[in-house]
């Protein structure tokens, strides 16, 4: 077992994400999905390994790595159970946002327990009446002596009622727009926060997505994360700049587990005498499954690549990586529906959990819509 404190090389990363998702995240995942269990399990999994800590700096504990070991690493444990996967990037978000602009304090206080996976971090943005625009959150952030007290509500939050601690985006100066935005740790226990039941899903089912209620919940002012007024900067940093090449990695993995099914599946399948892969119908389907899911990993890694060395870039890169992978997730799992014919459309054979999986995918992180507006933007200059 490595300790956090060990380099590790990209390749060892992903070599040893994929042995350790393999052997130990994939065997539960059927069950998981099935009874919406959370991965705790898995979580511990991650942290006595030194995953959890995957892109944080050395100097904190973490085993570094960039965008690009982050995403494969994301990848390695989505190939085994894309729930476990989404926590996993819900708690380095939640990692960077604090490494990127915490407090000396508040990096000591929390992110050496984060790294072992000993104290769990999510990230809550979403509210029912802001979709994918930040810009348009009403969770309030009043400054109250040395607290600052929260009301309000986040809704559709990963791992909600499950972490430890929350980054959370309030308005901390209502006449100040998108300048009036703070970003606030709060923890599970806090007096005031509640969390609403868990929501019956499509997929991503043992997430655990709940609504966060803040009625006067009293947050101490040292767990402002950032300057007040830059709290869209540290979501930029942490959600945006990171965030999104994680979500691409999930679906990437998502996608390469049904291609591997499918052709196992078509070369195993006899029918009148034949396996099915001797069929050119079913030789058409597996090959486009194949190289959507080479686009998606050579776009991915070079996004992250482009975003490791030019920071700036990061967002749109992420943008970019994001919404294909997403979208071709969800056509190589449905392509693998097809080969796997009946048997694809039950629960014993995956690929419907694959289906399911991936679908979220296409709305978390900014739907589909938003993000091709957001990249034709940035060609147009608008
Ligand atoms: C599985 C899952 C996990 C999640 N986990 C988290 C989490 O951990 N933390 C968190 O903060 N959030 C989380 N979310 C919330 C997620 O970020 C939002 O669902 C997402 O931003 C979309 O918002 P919405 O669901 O309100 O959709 P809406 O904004 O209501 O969108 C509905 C439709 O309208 C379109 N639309 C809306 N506005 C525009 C526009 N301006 N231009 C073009 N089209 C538009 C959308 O593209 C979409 O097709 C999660 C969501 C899912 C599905």
């Given at each position: 077992?490595?300790?956090?404190?060990?380099?590790?090389?990209?390749?060892?990363?992903?070599?040893?994400?994929?042995?350790?998702?393999?052997?130990?995240?994939?065997?539960?995942?059927?069950?998981?999905?099935?009874?919406?269990?959370?991965?705790?399990?898995?979580?511990?999994?991650?942290?006595?390994?030194?995953?959890?800590?995957?892109?944080?700096?050395?100097?904190?504990?973490?085993?570094?790595?960039?965008?690009?070991?982050?995403?494969?690493?994301?990848?390695?444990?989505?190939?085994?159970?894309?729930?476990?996967?989404?926590?996993?990037?819900?708690?380095?978000?939640?990692?960077?946002?604090?490494?990127?602009?915490?407090?000396?304090?508040?990096?000591?206080?929390?992110?050496?327990?984060?790294?072992?996976?000993?104290?769990?971090?999510?990230?809550?943005?979403?509210?029912?009446?802001?979709?994918?625009?930040?810009?348009?959150?009403?969770?309030?952030?009043?400054?109250?002596?040395?607290?600052?007290?929260?009301?309000?509500?986040?809704?559709?939050?990963?791992?909600?009622?499950?972490?430890?601690?929350?980054?959370?985006?309030?308005?901390?100066?209502?006449?100040?727009?998108?300048?009036?935005?703070?970003?606030?740790?709060?923890?599970?226990?806090?007096?005031?926060?509640?969390?609403?039941?868990?929501?019956?899903?499509?997929?991503?089912?043992?997430?655990?997505?709940?609504?966060?209620?803040?009625?006067?919940?009293?947050?101490?002012?040292?767990?402002?994360?950032?300057?007040?007024?830059?709290?869209?900067?540290?979501?930029?940093?942490?959600?945006?700049?990171?965030?999104?090449?994680?979500?691409?990695?999930?679906?990437?993995?998502?996608?390469?587990?049904?291609?591997?099914?499918?052709?196992?599946?078509?070369?195993?399948?006899?029918?009148?005498?034949?396996?099915?892969?001797?069929?050119?119908?079913?030789?058409?389907?597996?090959?486009?499954?194949?190289?959507?899911?080479?686009?998606?990993?050579?776009?991915?890694?070079?996004?992250?690549?482009?975003?490791?060395?030019?920071?700036?870039?990061?967002?749109?890169?992420?943008?970019?990586?994001?919404?294909?992978?997403?979208?071709?997730?969800?056509?190589?799992?449905?392509?693998?529906i097809q080969?796997l014919g009946g048997h694809g459309y039950c629960r014993d054979y995956?690929v419907e959990?694959?289906f399911?999986?991936?679908?979220?995918?296409?709305?978390?992180?900014?739907?589909?819509?938003?993000?091709?507006?957001?990249?034709?933007?940035?060609?147009?200059?608008?």
């Amino acid at each position: 077992m490595k300790q956090n404190n060990e380099s590790f090389g990209q390749h060892e990363l992903k070599d040893l994400a994929r042995r350790i998702a393999k052997e130990r995240i994939a065997p539960n995942a059927v069950e998981r999905d099935l009874k919406c269990v959370f991965p705790w399990d898995a979580v511990r999994i991650l942290g006595e390994t030194g995953l959890l800590s995957v892109g944080v700096s050395e100097h904190y504990g973490g085993v570094g790595g960039g965008r690009t070991s982050f995403a494969s690493v994301a990848r390695e444990i989505s190939r085994a159970c894309a729930s476990t996967a989404l926590v996993y990037v819900s708690h380095v978000i939640a990692a960077k946002g604090i490494e990127t602009a915490g407090s000396e304090a508040a990096t000591k206080k929390w992110l050496p327990e984060m790294l072992k996976g000993q104290c769990l971090g999510a990230f809550a943005v979403h509210e029912p009446g802001c979709g994918s625009n930040a810009g348009a959150i009403a969770t309030t952030a009043q400054r109250d002596g040395d607290n600052y007290v929260v009301n309000g509500s986040k809704f559709f939050i990963t791992s909600a009622g499950e972490a430890d601690i929350y980054l959370v985006l309030v308005r901390t100066d209502p006449e100040k727009g998108p300048k009036g935005i703070s970003t606030l740790i709060i923890e599970k226990d806090s007096p005031g926060l509640s969390f609403g039941s868990a929501e019956d899903k499509m997929g991503l089912k043992s997430t655990s997505s709940r609504e966060m209620f803040f009625t006067d919940c009293r947050v101490p002012v040292g767990n402002l994360i950032g300057d007040e007024g830059g709290g869209m900067q540290v979501i930029g940093k942490a959600v945006v700049g990171w965030g999104f090449f994680g979500a691409a990695g999930i679906s990437a993995g998502i996608a390469r587990s049904a291609v591997e099914i499918s052709i196992r599946h078509a070369t195993e399948r006899i029918i009148a005498g034949q396996p099915i892969a001797v069929h050119q119908g079913v030789q058409f389907l597996i090959s486009d499954m194949i190289l959507g899911t080479e686009a998606t990993e050579a776009l991915l890694v070079a996004c992250a690549e482009r975003a490791d060395s030019s920071p700036d870039s990061a967002a749109l890169n992420g943008f970019k990586a994001k919404l294909f992978a997403s979208e071709t997730a969800v056509e190589v799992t449905n392509k693998a529906i097809q080969v796997l014919g009946g048997h694809g459309y039950c629960r014993d054979y995956i690929v419907e959990r694959l289906f399911r999986d991936a679908r979220g995918l296409t709305v978390h992180f900014k739907t589909s819509e938003w993000l091709r507006q957001d990249i034709a933007k940035a060609a147009l200059d608008l």
